[in-house]
Antibody
Framework: EVQLVQSGAEVKKPGESLKISCKGS????????IGWVRQMPGKGLEWMGI????????RYSPSFQGQVTISADKSISTAYLQWSSLKASDTAMYYC????????????WGQGTLVTVSS | QSVLTQPPSVSAAPGQKVTISCSGS????????VSWYQQLPGTAPKLLIY???KRPSGIPDRFSGSKSGTSATLGITGLQTGDEADYYC???????????FGGGTKLTVL
């Protein structure tokens, strides 16, 4: 069974750093792109970027380029999303999702990681 | 403002049919596959339709997808109260080199 399991909720202060994770299982982790999607409270889905764990090829949405870093450790089938200096506006739910072949759609999603940034 | 335009809300009675539209341009819907996602309250999105009109295993045939030119449509027949959710379309935008989602449509089953 394909699963993406994300790390737990985080409460941070502005200016702090954070790295959240997404562990894949039940499939060849290195053969599928993994994307990250932000959902701010009460809002829609925003694509942040994507990584191919096989060779760590990474693409970012211009809206998030320079604001976050996407990485992966294929030895433990885990993708990461990290911030070096959080802002209150980073408060959101973050989802990882597997891209099903080409650009056909995101077929499996993690359960989400809620990040709250507050002083 | 989303690159893909969806109606903010739609509603229909149980057992009826509803359609949700998704309008884009030649750089996204016009030349790329469209997928649709259902997000039940408090849960992660779930893939309903991929490659414009294909259903993943386990998705009932009450859900259908179609694409024509730069627009796509999600159809849901035999509406159930459990279908109340937010629905999003998504596709790749070749000009922006980003994946784009519609703003989402809230379905109410009256």
């Amino acid at each position: 069974e394909v699963q993406l399991v994300q790390s737990g909720a985080e409460v941070k202060k502005p200016g702090e750093s954070l790295k959240i994770s997404c562990k894949g299982s039940g499939y060849s982790f290195t053969s599928y792109w993994i994307g990250w999607v932000r959902q701010m409270p009460g809002k829609g889905l925003e694509w942040m970027g994507i990584i191919y764990p096989g060779d760590s090829d990474t693409r970012y949405s211009p809206s998030f380029q320079g604001q976050v870093t996407i990485s992966a450790d294929k030895s433990i089938s885990t993708a990461y999303l990290q911030w070096s200096s959080l802002k209150a506006s980073d408060t959101a739910m973050y989802y990882c999702a597997r891209l099903h072949g080409g650009n056909s759609g995101f077929d499996y999603w993690g359960q989400g990681t809620l990040v709250t940034v507050s002083s | 403002q989303s690159v893909l335009t969806q109606p903010p809300s739609v509603s229909a009675a149980p057992g009826q049919k509803v359609t949700i539209s998704c309008s884009g341009s030649s750089s996204n819907i016009g030349n790329n596959y469209v997928s649709w996602y259902q997000q039940l309250p408090g849960t992660a999105p779930k893939l309903l339709i991929y490659e414009n009109n294909k259903r993943p295993s386990g998705i009932p045939d009450r859900f259908s997808g179609s694409k024509s030119g730069t627009s796509a449509t999600l159809g849901i027949t035999g509406l159930q109260t459990g279908d109340e959710a937010d629905y999003y379309c998504g596709t790749w935008d070749s000009s922006l080199s980003v994946w784009v989602f519609g703003g989402g449509t809230k379905l109410t089953v009256l």
